[in-house]
């Protein structure tokens, strides 16, 4: 299971970070990754990492802005995002992958949090 909080509203501009806490013990076998969906949009890829955290991958639209980072030791995942913008309001779901290798599909990833929703206001 997975639980995802941190969002909220915030300016254009401003910054927040989301976690995403797994309760199972298997967290660190796994890639982890955030997708989003905007309203009246399709969920869209975020960001992914590896197993160990030495792998990241983002959407064109949030690299250099946003930062995914995990600590294993606490099963958890983060999403930093600076340099907000209202385009970056959607809810956010954290996902555990099949694999321990990073991806850009929804469909290599099995588990997903129930969503926080995050608000950009201009």
């Known amino acids: 299971q997975l639980q995802a909080c941190g969002g909220g509203l915030v300016q254009a501009g401003g910054s927040l970070r989301l976690s995403c806490a797994a309760s199972?013990?298997?967290?660190?076998?796994?890639?982890m990754g955030w997708f989003r969906q905007a309203p009246g949009k399709e969920r869209e890829f975020v960001a992914t990492?590896?197993?160990?955290?030495?792998?990241?991958y983002y959407a064109d639209a949030v690299k250099g802005r946003f930062t995914i980072s995990r600590d294993n030791a606490k099963n958890t995942v983060y999403l930093q995002m600076n340099s907000l913008k209202p385009e970056d309001t959607a809810v956010y779901y954290c996902?555990?992958?099949?694999?321990?290798?990073?991806?850009?599909?929804?469909?290599?990833?099995?588990?997903w949090g129930q969503g926080t929703l995050v608000t950009v206001s201009s």
């Open positions: 199972e013990g298997t967290f660190s076998f796994y890639a």
């Open positions: 990492i590896g197993q160990i955290g030495d792998t990241t």
């Open positions: 996902a555990r992958s099949r694999y321990y290798v990073t991806s850009r599909r929804s469909d290599d990833y099995s588990y």
